[in-house]
């Protein structure tokens, strides 16, 4: 069973900047996507960015180049750097990591615990 420990949230005054990290327990092999969603209070669960183990990314659009997802393979980590942060932005961030198979078939969906970021105006 992969663990994930996301790090980094906290408070922000409005147009501040974090950096959030998700850190997997072991190594991931496999074709996958590690990625960030959010849950603000009272609403329904967001996605913000993903990336592939490939490298390719994927951002909602409220991110709108304020926001920036990268991953370090060598250390089984994804960031999430939030840049010109908003009131509407406070929430729980958690951390998911997607497992395929060569064929696309999933393998395995995990999700952190969420760290949590308020931004205050």
């Known amino acids: 069973q992969v663990q994930l420990v996301e790090s980094g949230g906290g408070l922000v005054q409005a147009g501040g900047s974090l950096t959030l990290s998700c850190a997997a327990s072991?190594?991931?092999?496999?074709?996958?996507?590690m990625g960030w969603y959010r849950q603000a209070p009272g609403k329904q669960r967001e996605l913000v960015a993903t990336?592939?183990?490939?490298?390719?990314?994927n951002y909602a659009r409220f991110v709108k180049g304020r926001f920036s997802i990268s991953r370090d393979n060598a250390k089984n980590t994804v960031y999430l750097q939030l840049n010109s942060l908003k009131p509407e932005d406070t929430g729980v961030y958690f951390c998911?990591?997607?497992?395929?198979?060569?064929?696309?078939?999933?393998?395995?969906?995990?999700r952190g615990q969420g760290t949590q970021v308020v931004v205050s105006s």
């Open positions: 998911t990591l997607e497992i395929y198979s060569d064929n696309g078939i999933m393998l395995g969906d995990y």
């Open positions: 072991e190594s991931i092999l496999s074709n996958n996507a």
């Open positions: 990336v592939t183990s490939g490298g390719s990314t």
